[in-house]
Nanobody, 124 residues
């Protein structure tokens, strides 16, 4: 069982930066691939970025490539999403996600555990 708690959301102006953090419980955190998804009202939850269990590989949704960076610290059971050059279209609820396999995944249905979400609002 893994519990995920996000923090770091908030409101910033376009062009600004935010850093999301996700604290994970459980001794097996280092065996999980981790990801960030986001969702806006009326839309499907979509992948933003992911990272394999030992940080050997990362993957990103096309619109955030070059602006967002996912990272993790297995010693601290933490996952981060550094978001730079934010745009109004990045506004969403951001969810931390875990999957009990080390490889990449992109579909919400393949996620094993979700955090409660944190709101990110970007004003123009």
């Amino acid at each position: 069982q893994v519990q995920l708690v996000e923090s770091g959301g908030g409101s910033v102006e376009a062009g600004g930066s935010l850093r999301l953090s996700c604290a994970a419980s459980g001794r097996t955190f280092s065996t999980y691939a981790m990801a960030w998804f986001r969702q806006t009202p009326g839309k499907e939850r979509e992948l933003v970025a992911g990272i394999t269990s030992r940080s050997l590989s990362t993957w990103y949704e096309d619109s955030v490539k070059g602006r967002f960076t996912i990272s993790r610290n297995n010693a601290k059971n933490m996952v981060y999403l550094q978001m730079n050059s934010l745009k109004p279209e990045d506004s969403a609820v951001y969810y931390c996600a875990a999957r009990a396999f080390s490889g990449a995944w992109t579909q919400p249905a393949d996620t094993n555990y979700w955090g409660q979400g944190t709101q990110v609002t970007i004003s123009s």
